[in-house]
């Protein structure tokens, strides 16, 4: 499983970011998908997942509101899209996958096994 992570950069205090996982090498459709961050200095945190199917989604009460996780199983592909970001969101956000279909919706890391790379978002003040 290959994951693909991208769209971060740098951002003004209040602006918004799309970010995009591409996945492949397994039927992306039948996982669970998470986004992690971890800043500098700081434990990685989770951010937000999405069920299988798009219908159920999770949140970290520190993004909740201005944050989106969405999927496009068709692409093979999970967003996050952040808006009113604020400079404490800094951070590398990976997107993540479990090994196995039976996981359920969860914010712990342990149940995910499969890591992108992450992508960079500096916003500033």
């Known amino acids: 499983v290959q994951l693909q992570a991208s769209g971060g950069g740098l951002v003004q205090d209040g602006g918004s970011l799309r970010l995009s996982c591409a996945a492949s090498g397994r039927t992306f459709s039948r996982y669970l998908m998470g986004w992690f961050r971890q800043a500098p200095g700081k434990e990685r945190e989770f951010v937000a997942a999405?069920?299988?199917?798009?219908?159920?989604?999770y949140y970290a009460d520190s993004v909740k509101g201005r944050f989106t996780i969405a999927r496009d199983n068709a692409k093979n592909t999970v967003y996050l899209e952040m808006n009113s970001l604020k400079p404490e969101d800094t951070a590398v956000y990976s997107c993540?996958?479990?090994?196995?279909?039976?996981?359920?919706?969860?914010?712990?890391?342990?149940?995910?096994?499969?890591w992108g790379q992450g992508t960079l978002v500096t916003v500033s003040s």
């Open positions: 993540a996958a479990p090994r196995s279909e039976g996981v359920l919706i969860t914010r712990a890391a342990r149940d995910y096994v499969y």
């Open positions: 999405v069920s299988s199917s798009g219908a159920t989604k």
